[in-house]
C-alpha cells in the first residue's frame, strides 16, 4: 500500500463532501481525520491494502485496535464516519460493497448534556470584568451564545451585516454554509449595542475583518479556543462545580425555551437543526419537568 493510493481517495471524498454536501471545512476535516487514522494503523500493522480491496476482517482489526483508546461513543463516531467514506466509494463504483455493513455499532446510550441553571448563567456573566475592554466584549458574546443558542463556530464567524436590530433578527450561518434567522432578545441587542458602540469602533480593525462583530483586541475575528477558555475562567472564577463549554449555553438554550412553554419544532428550527431527534437530544429533560407537564396537561388530571 502506498500512501498516495489511499490520499487520492481521501481528497476526492473531500471534494465531494465540501462541493456535493456543502459542509465546512472543519466538518470535511473531522470527516476524513478517521479515514487518516485507520491508515496510519495499516502503515504500523505493515498491511497492504487499499481502499477498494480493504475486508471487513482488516477493518474489524482496526476497530479492536482502537477499542482499547477510546470510549464507545467514540467507536460509534469513528464507524459512522468511515462507513460514510465507503458508501461513497460504491456511490462512486471504485467499489462495491461497504467492509463495515455487518460490523455492529456500540451501544452508547442517550447522554444527556449538562445545563445550566438561569441563576448561573447570570452568575457567570456578572463574573465579567466589566473595567476592561474585552469585557463588554466577553458579556455580549455570552448573551448572543445564550441569547440565540449559537454554535461556537456561528459565534465567531458572525458579522455586523448579519445582524438586524430592527426587524429583532440575527442571521446565522450554520453546518453546511446553511443560514437561518435566529430572533433576538432586547437584552441581547442592548449588550451588542453597547459593545459595537462603545469598545469596538475604537479597536484598529485588520484588512478583512471590517465586518466581523466580535474581534480580539489586534482587530482580527477570534478564535473558538479563545471562547472555550473565556468560559472555563469565568466558571473557575464563581467555583462553579460544572464541566462546561460554550456548548453548554446553546443546550441551556434549548432547555430553559422548552420548560417555559416552547414546542420542539420552533427550538429545531432556531438551532438549526435538519432532524427533529438532534434537537431531542440537545434538550436537558429531568424527571420532575416531564411530570409536571404529565400533570397540567393531561386530560385525567
Known sequence: MTKTNWDFY???YQSFLQIERGLSKNTVANYTFDIKRLCFFLT?????????????ETVQDFIYHISKEVNARSQARILSGLKSFFNYLIFEDYRKDNPLELIETPKTGRKLPDTLAVSEIDLLINAIDLSTKEGERNRAMLETLYGCGLRVSELVALKISDVFFDEGFVKVTGKGNKQRFVPLGKQTQKYIEIYTQLIRCHLPIQKGFE?????????KQLTRAMIFTIIKELAVAVHLNKTISPHTFRHSFATHLLENGADLRSIQLMLGHESITTTEIYVHLDRKFLRNVLLNFHPRN
Open 211 to 219: 465586518d466581523t462583530l466580535f474581534l480580539n483586541r489586534r482587530g
Open 44 to 56: 504500523e500493522k505493515n498491511i497492504q491494502v487499499t481502499p477498494i480491496a480493504i475486508t471487513e
Open 10 to 12: 481521501i481528497k476526492s
